[in-house]
């Protein structure tokens, strides 16, 4: 067998007006876990779009060498037919088909032109063993999480006899137990002889699994650096990333905090379709001006219920509780009354309800306030544009311009626009839910300075994080989340890592 399953030689890639891939070079060894880090828009994606043939031959420059053989892949299936299988940040799953009507998509068992139900159900029986998933294969898709869905698009891959897995960003949207098992199955994997390449911005995982780590920055290869060299470390890993040494993961900030200026108090939600499932038990908060107010706690402990629902009612049912701004108690029936009483909310699902990616960055961030920017409720598109272009300067959105559709950007810069649009409402309470999620550490330190730069401005700002170390380097408080309760309020001066976990399992205690 070849040392190397796959060398990728001299790879250039244009877009118009834009070099995306610079004489790219990559070598994977067989039976390895091999890393492909880089900043957002650095063009990992886009390398392994034209190694998987969704870019296909003779629409870029250089040579991909598979198994000892050139490649010339015209689309996604010619690539799968050699054993090499992707799996994409958004999955590609069919919500309403069953696991094993998606297992065998594309590939089923047939025979005369009819489905064998009973063959498709056995084999995909065997493969969600190999994956470590209990369920039924006749468990439709949309009935099991993000975490699941993810080792069903695997199990898929491996009904293709995957030699070759490409995973981009597969642990972004899982919480820390299904990331551990989802890397847990790879190293297993790698036991049977399967080659994997992992896109990731966590590098605490990146550094667990992989052998190899490939860094790209700007289109081009940068290094290769491997397991046991002696400098690997985060930073390390970091410098080669951004190109410079990153001696602080957050920007100093020197807090003003002043008086209350947003409480919520007795707030209880029912979940919307189970009646009777209390969501939010009698959560009591308080936000001051300029201050920076963390969230945390394990998933499913109700912080984006929480927000949501105090966000003009925009999830939950049988809400009770009182909403009080500057003294005053305010009723907030809608998302509409939310805005008009100076509240936002920055969505954790950037992609599908934070931006219309079919959209240019103009129209996105006009969105939430076209009031101000309309004349007789004719929108006013010189004002549309001065606006979307003081926004992209303000925030330093990197594109070819404010036409350019948000879903041709970078996971930060389309998390930019997302709070573009938001700020633009002129908001006194801005709701951040995971505004880091899936962007790399330089894209992260650019939103913190951002964050920092709205307290700055006297604005309150509530700060949903499932990272504790952003939890503990932006903010100046900590409210803990257990089971839809509050367990714990914690200072600065007073909250680690530690500190979190034990108010968590003090309540855990509590309950048994």
């Known amino acids: 067998m070849d040392e190397f399953i796959l060398e990728m030689k001299n790879i250039t890639k244009l877009f118009p007006g834009v070099k995306a891939l610079d004489n790219v070079n990559l070598k994977v060894r067989s ?19 034209v190694l998987s043939g969704i870019y296909p031959y ?6 991909i060498i598979y198994q000892g053989k050139e490649c010339i892949f015209k689309n996604i299936k010619d690539s799968e037919k050699t054993g090499i299988g992707i799996i994409h940040q958004e999955l590609a799953l069919s919500p309403y088909l069953s696991i094993g009507e998606n297992i065998f998509l594309g590939n089923e068992r047939a025979k005369h032109k009819f489905i064998n139900w009973d063959e498709t159900h056995r084999k995909s029986k065997e493969l969600l063993k190999k994956v470590g998933l209990k369920e039924d294969s006749r468990t439709i898709i949309k009935d099991i999480g993000v975490g699941k869905q993810q080792l069903v698009e695997i199990a898929k891959a491996l009904a293709q006899d995957v030699k070759l897995l490409i995973l981009d960003e597969p642990t972004a949207a899982l919480n820390e137990e299904d990331s551990n098992n989802l890397l847990k199955l790879l190293l297993e994997l790698k036991g049977d002889g399967i080659t994997s390449i992992l896109i990731s911005h966590k ?24 397991k046991g060299d002696k400098d690997l470390s985060e930073d390390r890993v970091i410098k080669g990333m951004v190109g410079r040494e990153l001696t602080n993961r957050f920007p100093v900030h020197d807090s ?30 308080n936000i001051r001006r300029g201050e920076i107010v963390g969230f945390s706690g394990l998933m499913g402990s109700g912080r984006t219920e929480l927000a949501m629902s105090i966000f003009g009612k925009a999830y939950g049912k049988r809400i009770s509780g009182k909403i009080i701004k500057d003294g005053k108690e305010i009723v907030l029936k809608n998302v509409r009354m939310a805005i008009d009483n100076g509240l936002a909310y920055v969505t954790e699902d950037r992609k599908s309800a934070g931006l219309v990616l079919m959209q240019d960055i103009r129209s996105n961030i006009s969105l939430a306030n076209l009031n101000k920017i ?27 311009s404010i036409f350019q559709n948000t879903g041709n950007l970078s996971g ?13 409402t002129n908001p006194e309470v801005l709701i951040l839910d995971e505004p880091t999620r899936g962007i790399d550490v330089g894209a992260k ?6 964050i920092n730069k709205l307290a700055d401005d006297g604005k309150s700002i509530i700060f949903i994080s499932s990272e504790l170390p952003e939890i503990l380097g932006i903010c100046d408080r900590v409210y803990v989340m257990n089971e839809g309760k509050i367990v714990g309020e914690l200072s600065k001066k007073d909250a680690s890592q530690e500190s979190i976990m034990k108010c968590i399992m003090k309540h855990d205690m509590e309950v048994t």
Do not use: C
């Open 31 to 49: 039976g390895a876990i091999h890393a492909l880090i880089g900043e957002n828009g650095a063009g990992k994606s886009t390398l392994m779009n």
């Open 58 to 63: 003779g629409t870029y420059n250089g040579k």
């Open 203 to 226: 590098l605490n995982e990146i550094l667990k699994i992989s052998d190899s780590i490939t860094i790209i920055r700007d289109g081009s290869t940068i290094e290769t650096l491997n």
């Open 256 to 285: 003003k905090i002043g008086e209350v200026v947003f409480e919520v108090k007795s707030w209880n939600v029912y979940d919307p379709i189970i009646e009777n499932r209390k969501v939010i038990d009698n959560v009591s908060i």
């Open 374 to 400: 309309s004349v007789n409720q004719f929108v006013d598109e010189h004002k549309e544009i001065q606006v979307a272009e003081e926004y992209r300067k303000k925030l330093n959105i990197k594109s070819s």
């Open 412 to 424: 930060g810069n389309q998390q930019k626009v997302v709070l573009s649009k938001w700020i633009f």
């Open 445 to 450: 330190y650019e939103i913190y300075s951002i």
